[in-house]
């Protein structure tokens, strides 16, 4: 499996990881479902990969694209490193990584 493909499904536990989080500490059901869907997107592009990889990770580049704006705002809102803040600073790193990589071909 390639290192990009593992990458997207490490992203995407993460996202589900946060949302269950958010839920369990906050009781934000917002957090668990937006952390449940978004994984479970990036899972599925990860999935489908053998069809066309680079077109997987534009996808999930999209995907991370996305949840840096949600987390962009959550951040400016709450001026808060944890958890806004550092997932915004991961959601950045992965869109700009599986745009590149998609990018490169």
Same mark, same amino acid.
């Given at each position: 499996?390639?290192?990009?493909?593992?990458?997207?499904?490490?992203?995407?536990?993460?996202?589900?990881?946060?949302?269950?989080?958010?839920?369990?500490?906050?009781?934000?059901?917002?957090?668990?479902? !937006? $952390?449940?869907?978004? /994984?479970?997107? @990036? +899972?599925?592009? *990860?999935? =489908?990969?053998?069809?066309?990889?680079?077109?997987?990770?534009?996808?999930?580049?999209?995907?991370?694209?996305?949840?840096?704006?949600?987390?962009?705002?959550?951040?400016?809102?709450?001026?808060?490193?944890?958890? !806004? $803040?550092?997932?915004? /600073?991961?959601? @950045? +790193?992965?869109? *700009?990584? =599986?745009?590149?990589?998609?990018?490169?071909?």
């Amino acid at each position: 499996m390639p290192l990009s493909i593992i990458l997207i499904l490490v992203y995407a536990t993460i996202v589900f990881a946060g949302g269950l989080i958010g839920y369990l500490k906050a009781g934000s059901k917002p957090s668990l479902i !937006a $952390g449940a869907v978004s /994984a479970a997107l @990036l +899972a599925g592009t *990860a999935w =489908f990969s053998w069809n066309n990889e680079v077109r997987t990770l534009w996808i999930a580049a999209g995907i991370a694209g996305l949840l840096s704006l949600v987390f962009l705002m959550r951040f400016l809102k709450t001026r808060s490193l944890m958890p !806004a $803040g550092m997932m915004l /600073a991961l959601s @950045l +790193a992965a869109a *700009a990584y =599986f745009g590149l990589t998609a990018w490169r071909g």
